[in-house]
C-alpha cells in the first residue's frame, strides 16, 4: 500500500547555512515565533500525504479503441459475435457478401499470372542476350515488363492483407485460382466488443464502421486536483481508489482551469483490477512511504525560498546567535507538515512565524547583520 518515495541526494555543492546575528531584543520585536523538529508525526495525525483525496473518471487509454470497417462494401451475411464479448485478435466478427471482394481477388490473380509470365519472359531474354542473339535494348524493355507486372501484382496482394486476408489465405488463393464473394472482417486486437451496430442482411458502404472494440488492458484515469493539492503531488506517485486498483500519475497539467481553479492529471491503472469501469468516477487517495531516518518533520510554514533560488528551500534554525538559514530537501508529509533533510535534529527550533522579518534581515534589508558561516555557529 505504499509508494516508493524518491528524496533528491544532497549534493557537495549545496548552499551552506547562514547565520543571522539577532538579539533576544529584536526578535521579540520581530514577532517569531518556533516550532520543534519533530522524528514522527503526531499519533493522531493522518498519514504521511493519505489525507488527500482526488476525484476524476475512469476512461479509455489512447490507442485502446479500435474501429472495425471493411474497404469493400457489401451485405453483411453473418454476424458471430455479440455486444460486450470477449474477442482475441483475429477473432472473426462478422462476413460480408462483397462483389467488390471477389473483383480484388480476380484482379490479384490475373496480375499474379502476368507478374509470373513477364519475369518468365525476362529471364529468357537475359539467356538470349547473354548468347548475343538479341539487343540489350529488348532486354532493358522485359526487365522494365517485369518490374512493372510485379509491382502491380504486390499492389493487389497488399489490398488484399489491408482488407484480412493473410498470407495462408493469399497461398491458397493462388493455388486454387477460386475468389469467393465472401469476406470474412476479424478483430484486430484483443479486448471487447464495444458497439456492432450492423446486422444480417445490411448493406454496407466500403469503410462503414462494422464494430467498435477496446482493448484488454490497464485504464487511465483523469483526476482534478486543487491548487493547494498542487504541490503535494508530482508524476510516479501512486494514489489508491478504495476498495479497487491502484494508480500511478504519469502526468500533471501546468495549466489551472480559471474557472475551477483546478488542473488536470492523468494517472495508470497499476495492474488490470476488473473493478474500474469506463466512464465511471472515482475517488482516489494519495498514498506516501515513511520517510528516511535521517529526515525529520516540520510545519510547512517554516519553508522560505531566497530570491534566485526557487529550487532551495530553507528553515530558520534557532542558535545561541540568533537564527541560521539552513538548507533543506523537503517533501509534503500532509496535514500541514514537511519531511525534510539537512543540518537540523529532532528537537531544533525553526521559525514559523515573523519569516518577512527574517527574510528582510537575511537579504540585508534589516538592522541585523549578515554573516555566513558553516554550520550556523
Known sequence: MLAVLCWPLLSAAAPAP???????????????????????????????????????????????????????????????????????SGTPLLTLFSQPWLEWQRDYLEKSSAAKLAAARQARDEG????????????????????????????????LRSAGLDGTALRRLRD??????????????????????????????????????????????QLQASRTQLPLLRVGDLLQVEGCAKLRVTAISPVVDSA?????????????????????????????AAPPSDSVAVPAAALVQRMGEAR??????????????????????????VWVRGALAVGDAVAVRGLAALKGSWSGLGPASLSASQGGK
Open 312 to 337: 532551495q528551500d530553507y528553515v530558520f534554525v534557532a542558535n545561541a546567535h540568533g537564527y541560521a538559514a539552513v538548507p533543506v530537501q523537503a517533501t509534503p508529509a500532509g496535514g500541514g507538515m
Open 260 to 288: 475551477t481553479q483546478s488542473a488536470q492529471l492523468h494517472a495508470q491503472q497499476v495492474g488490470q483490477d476488473p473493478c474500474l469501469k469506463v466512464n465511471a468516477f472515482v475517488e482516489a487517495r494519495l498514498l506516501r
Open 18 to 88: 547562514q547565520q543571522l546575528h539577532l538579539s533576544a531584543q529584536q526578535i521579540s520585536r520581530a514577532g517569531i515565533a518556533t516550532a520543534s523538529a519533530l522524528s514522527a508525526l503526531a499519533a493522531d495525525a493522518p498519514p504521511a500525504g493519505n489525507d488527500q483525496y482526488l476525484s476524476g473518471t475512469v476512461v479509455t487509454p489512447p490507442g485502446a479503441s479500435a474501429l472495425v470497417s471493411a474497404m469493400p462494401g457489401g451485405v453483411v451475411q453473418d454476424v458471430h459475435v455479440a455486444t460486450l464479448q470477449q474477442v482475441r
Open 128 to 159: 538470349l542476350y547473354s548468347d548475343g542473339i538479341i539487343a540489350r535494348a529488348r532486354l532493358e524493355e522485359s526487365r522494365d515488363a517485369a518490374q512493372l507486372a510485379a509491382l502491380a501484382a504486390r499492389e493487389r496482394e497488399q489490398a
Open 176 to 221: 486454387s485460382h477460386a475468389p469467393s464473394p465472401l469476406l470474412t472482417v476479424r478483430a484486430s486486437q484483443a479486448g471487447t466488443v464495444l458497439e456492432l451496430p450492423v446486422q444480417p442482411g445490411q448493406r454496407v458502404e466500403a469503410g462503414a464502421l462494422l464494430a467498435r472494440t477496446a482493448a484488454s488492458g490497464p485504464l487511465w484515469v
